[in-house]
């Protein structure tokens, strides 16, 4: 079965500089990949989602890479802030075919902690 | 803009009781899902509804069941609690066809079994 993987539990890093997460599958590739963030005691919250035939997104100080070969998709956070500090999961989708809805299935995420 | 709704936010049963989370996805989205966090854990796949239909299931125990009424929200009985059930319970909702299924996530309720 479709397994993901977070290679680091836990990242510190200097304020100002480029964080960067990596996120693993082992089999098939999705049809997209997903990140989110996740704040203690809080739902995850949706930050970006890139399709198969993308190699990159970008949403302001975040990118999101992804390189169907590898089997990889690499999260960068550049300017960093200690704001920045939470959780971050890669999802994928365990899609069933002809379903409406469909399985999200999440990393065991990267706790990120920008130091000041 | 309405978020994803989930009460209570804190429960605490004893074992052997029964719990019965809520759900009200954001107003037109199609799609409910649930999800079970344990403590340092990732969110793992419980269920999803899909226009009020059972869609998907993933490690939902039996002792657990769900559905999605006409109004949309949604509600996770859990029968026979054990203290393996303590953990944040999230709700999720997703409007598909729309070519970004992001999911919306609730705050959670925290179950606590004593």
């Known amino acids: 079965s479709q397994k993901i993987e977070q290679n680091s539990e836990a990242l510190n890093i200097q304020e100002g500089k480029t964080a960067t997460l990596t996120c693993n599958y082992t089999n098939y590739s999705p049809a997209y990949l997903q990140w989110y963030r996740q704040d203690p005691g809080r739902g995850p919250v949706f930050l970006l989602l890139i399709r198969e035939n993308e190699k990159e997104k970008r949403k302001e100080r975040l990118k999101v890479t992804f390189d169907t070969t590898l089997k990889q998709s690499l999260f960068h956070i550049t300017a960093s802030q200690p704001a920045d500090s939470a959780t971050y999961l890669c999802a994928l989708d365990m899609r069933r075919s002809g379903a409406g809805s469909y399985q999200l299935t999440f990393g065991k995420g990267t706790k990120l902690s920008v130091i000041p | 803009a309405a978020g994803v709704i989930q009460s209570p936010r804190h429960l605490i049963k004893e074992k052997r009781e029964t719990a019965t989370l809520k759900c009200y996805p954001i107003?037109?989205?199609?799609?409910v899902y649930w999800y079970q966090q344990g403590p340092g854990q990732d969110p793992q796949f419980l269920i999803s509804f899909y226009e009020k239909m059972q869609s998907d299931k993933g490690s939902i125990p039996d002792r657990f069941s769900a559905q999605q009424f006409s109004d949309y929200h949604s509600e996770l009985n859990m029968s026979s609690l054990e203290l393996g059930d303590s953990a944040l319970y999230f709700c999720?909702?997703?409007?598909?066809?729309?070519?970004?299924?992001?999911?919306?996530f609730g705050s959670g309720t925290q179950l606590s079994v004593l």
């Open positions: 107003p037109r989205h199609d799609t």
């Open positions: 999720a909702s997703s409007s598909t066809g729309t070519g970004e299924e992001k999911l919306f």
